[in-house]
């Protein structure tokens, strides 16, 4: 089976409940809800893929403009990468699978120019998760084998239960500050993101939602809505798997929830 990027992208199927991964076809396949962003990083290459709780999409290729010899070359090249990163991360997938083949140091030097140079990837509550997986993930046939693997598996687990724990932990301190930063119902939430708010007022930062309020909701089109304008306004968009620990906390709240924050 043959694959077309351009008018056809490829996706492969991820099942968010027990991450058995087939083959879909891409007219019949659904996406489903942003889980992570994988980038393959090869020798004179990266490819990022958008990996959804159905599939997984190509993003985007970067090149390396010169040898691995070359600091300043691959201090570019990482760059790029974070540059490419920052879409994503500002839509509100905060878990990063970083893969790279066998005997190569890739995966460790691009994690090394995060620590040095953008240390808020990994530090403070916007924080991202990242794992790093061995292999290749830069042709549709590598991605597909490498979601069949244990290792993406776990990978997957380990960074979006990270992600879910800080977001929990976003949402009780926000619950513990004395102005009105968490709204809920859905009728509260639309006032939340949809409204224009005054300098030194709440503005809309999260907007979180458990997969089971979506999938369960009989105002599907109106959620559809309220996510659309979020992700326009660049509200941080999360849809959380409801048996995590943060989707439990999310469920006792009704499944929905905006954190705000206060701006100058």
Known sequence: MSFQLQNEPFKASINSSNLNEVLMPPKTSKRGYPVAVLAGIEGDRAVLWHVFSHAAKLQQTLLLNGGRNDSK????FHESIVNALRIT???GVRSVIIVSPPKTNYSQEFQNHIQSHHTWLVQG???ATFSTITGSATTPAQIVALTKTAAFKKSISKTTSEETENLLEILEKKLSE????VSFPLVDVENMVFNVHAAGKPHPDYLLLTDTYLSR???KNRIHRLIQIAKNKGVKTKI???ESAAGKRLTQFGGIVC??????
Not at 73 to 76: L, P
Not at 259 to 264: D, H
């Open 73 to 76: 070359a691959v201090y570019n």
């Open 89 to 91: 991360l500002k839509e």
């Open 125 to 127: 509550p916007n924080k």
């Open 178 to 181: 004395p102005e009105n930063l």
């Open 217 to 219: 909701s009989s105002q």
């Open 240 to 242: 959380v798997n409801a």
């Open 259 to 264: 954190l705000a924050k206060l701006e100058q």
